[in-house]
């Protein structure tokens, strides 16, 4: 018999639901799923058990089979699948929770005195840690320097991570405890910024951070625990129930294989390590893992790296910056040993992720993917992926879909970059930026994502970019490059379904079909019919993993 006792949405909140059920109804909700071939299901009731899904379907018909389970009455709120984030780091949302965070400061003046705030608060840290400093944002016209930053740290050394983790600003202290000097050369994929007289002036881009990076005091792991908790938090409190985490180190694997045999993972984490040198050899010792800890856990992916970010001018161009006609960007590797790492991965069976965003890094992966092939063939049904592919040549986008390569993509990207793009790259370059529609018209699949904490964990920010091209202002009218939007079907598929397609899990996540894990939202309003520009908005009331719940809203969110 079904219990008497619904649960409403109050109720969750008031966590008046049993943390797990082996049978759950969730019942009177609006749901929405795709099926496994994309297309759109409406159903008015979920059934699960044993954290699976048994059947979706209306509400007579499932009251009638669900027996004894527990019944949770959605009083018609939107059900939705989990979402999934293809491209977030996890540690680093954690790590934003106790370092200095810049984000959203508005000027160079904000950013000096939230520096100089938090280093008062935390004097016994023997390094001040931050970051998510934008110099666009700020409309500085230049990067910040070390003796803007002496003023608001004095003798502690301070090392800022800017928004996009491709640059970093030093103080003097800093740059002395790793003994950088004007004789310091520029390490080849990086760049260390110089005044008029070439001294180094604070800003460190891309491979040039590890000249001060090997000199920060790593996290305890006390610390290391607190910033997976806080992570795992927010990233349930916006519904997410997986995330592709790219460039893992061997500490960071043994703490995500303790927390899944402790049972404290609340998001299953489809893990990439970093790069192929010594973190890989040991991780990779007995080959791929998947579906640790009762599905938890995958690490079948490596991360490689082939160039910067465009915010710092680290992008590998193919012709001059257009704001910066001496510099092209920086090439991480020569493509040969681009194509040697790749090689050396998917010789071990491990899908390779490739972090590619100016339109010389992507012709150079391509490449490079194209020699495996020719050598390994079979190493396309590793379902191999581009990370980003932000800007690409127009002529090598039907590259994506004849070399079989994901387009692993970010749509707030495109509507946090729309405030410089055009003047990096030039409205030319752009054709082929941010091209959602085009890889979408030729059959590449997107897995969307946010690249997290660069931009928000919110998957419905990326749903509404996706969708609109706009801020959270509506600007601009009619969204930015507007022909390149998606539709709100296909954005939705590029966080459930081609997400988990991209971690190779279709057969398990990404839609709510009997037999795949119960993974799911509810939501305060209809994704499919509120207006566009409200997407935004929507906030989760509450969060399954394996029909447990994971979160869920106080009170007074269930009520609105």
Known sequence: ?????????????????????????????????????????????????????VATGRHAVLVARSGSAEVIDGHGRTLLPGLIDAHGHVMGLGEMKIRADLTGTHSLDDALALVRAFAGKHPDDAWIIGRGWNQVVWKLGRFPTTRELDAATGERPAWLHRIDGHAAWAN???????????????????????????????????????????????????????MLDAALAQMASVGLTGVHDPGIDADTYALYRRYADEGKLTARIYAMIGEVGADFDAIAAHGPVVGYGNGFLDV???????????????????????????????????????????????????????????????????????????????????????????????????????????????????????????????????????????FLKQGTRIAGGSDFPVESANPFFGLHSAVTRQDHDGHPPGGWHAEQAMKRIEALRAFTLDAAWAGHAEDSLGTLEPGKRADFILVDSDYFTIPARDIWKTRVLGTWVGGKRVHAAPESAAKR
């Open 300 to 438: 079948r992916a490596v991360k490689l790296y082939a160039d910067g970010a465009l915010g710092s001018r680290g992008a590998a161009l193919l012709a001059p910056y257009s704001d910066d006609r001496a510099n092209s960007g920086l090439l991480f590797h020569a493509p040969a040993e681009l194509t040697a790492m790749i090689d050396k991965a998917v010789g071990k069976g491990y899908q390779v992720c490739i972090h590619a965003i100016g339109d010389r890094a992507n012709h150079e992966v391509l490449d490079g993917f194209e020699a495996v092939y020719a050598k390994r063939p079979d190493a396309r049904a590793l379902r191999n992926r581009i990370e980003h592919a932000q800007v690409v040549t127009p002529s090598d986008i039907p590259r994506f879909k004849a070399l079989d390569l994901i387009a692993s993509m970010q749509p707030t990207h495109a509507t946090s970059d729309m405030n410089m793009a055009e003047d990096r790259v030039g409205r030319e370059r752009l054709r082929g930026a941010y091209a959602w529609r085009t």
């Open 172 to 226: 003097a202290a800093a740059m002395r405890a790793a003994g950088i000097d004007r004789a310091t050369q520029d390490p080849p994929g990086g760049r260390i910024e110089r005044d008029a007289e070439g001294n180094p002036s604070g800003v460190f881009v891309d491979a040039a951070m590890a000249l001060v990076e090997r000199h920060v005091p790593a996290p305890t792991p006390a610390e290391a625990a607190r």
């Open 1 to 53: 018999m079904i219990r008497l006792a619904r649960m409403t949405l109050c109720a969750i909140a008031m966590a008046s639901l049993p943390a797990s059920a082996s049978e759950l109804l969730v019942d009177h909700i609006n749901g929405y799923s795709l099926d496994g071939a994309g297309r759109l299901q409406r159903f008015e009731a979920l059934l699960v058990a044993d954290g699976k899904v």
